[in-house]
C-alpha cells in the first residue's frame, strides 16, 4: 500500500471552485477580462485550434462567433498537479449560446499555475464541445 501524503497550505477545490467561478462569469460578461489570467507561454486549446500567448488566446475567445453565452458548469474535479504548486482542473457542464434555446454540452481542462505573487494564472486550457451521437 502506498500512502500520498499532500502538504498543501491551501484547499486545492476551494481555489478550483472560485477559479472557475470567475473565469465563467468573465467569460460571460467580456471574453476581454480574461486576458490578466493568461501569460505569454500559457496555451489554449480550443476544439481543434491551439493558440499560445496572451494575445493570441484573447484573440481567438473574442472571435468566437456568438454575442451572448451564459455557462453552466455540472462537475468540477480538482487536483494537484507537480511540486510547483500547480492545480489540475476539469469541469463539465453546458453553455447557451445568443439566443438558441438548446444548450450545448463541453468540457474544459485547466491547468493553473502559482503566479509568485499568491494567486494562480492559467498554463493550459483545452476546451471542447460534447456532441451527441444521436
Known amino acids: 500500500m502506498v500512502e500520498i501524503k499532500l502538504t498543501w497550505s491551501l484547499d ?4 478550483a471552485l472560485q477559479f472557475t ?10 471574453r476581454k477580462n480574461l486576458a490578466d489570467l493568461y501569460r505569454d507561454n500559457s496555451m489554449l486549446t480550443f476544439e481543434t485550434s491551439a493558440v499560445q500567448g496572451v494575445s493570441g488566446i484573447i484573440e481567438k475567445l473574442t472571435s468566437l462567433p456568438f454575442a451572448q453565452i451564459k455557462h453552466q458548469l455540472f ?3 480538482a487536483q494537484p498537479s507537480n511540486e510547483a504548486g500547480g492545480i ?7 453553455l447557451l449560446v ?6 450545448m454540452n463541453y468540457t474544459q481542462v485547466f491547468q493553473l499555475m502559482p503566479d509568485g505573487g499568491g494567486s494562480y494564472f492559467v498554463f493550459n486550457d483545452v476546451f471542447r464541445l ?3 451521437s444521436g
Open 98 to 103: 445568443d439566443e438558441e434555446q438548446r444548450a
Open 12 to 15: 486545492f477545490n476551494s481555489i
Open 21 to 30: 467561478q470567475f473565469y465563467y462569469n468573465t467569460f460571460d460578461e467580456n
Open 130 to 132: 460534447i456532441y451527441s
Open 88 to 94: 489540475l482542473v476539469m469541469v463539465t457542464g453546458a
Open 75 to 77: 462537475t468540477l474535479d
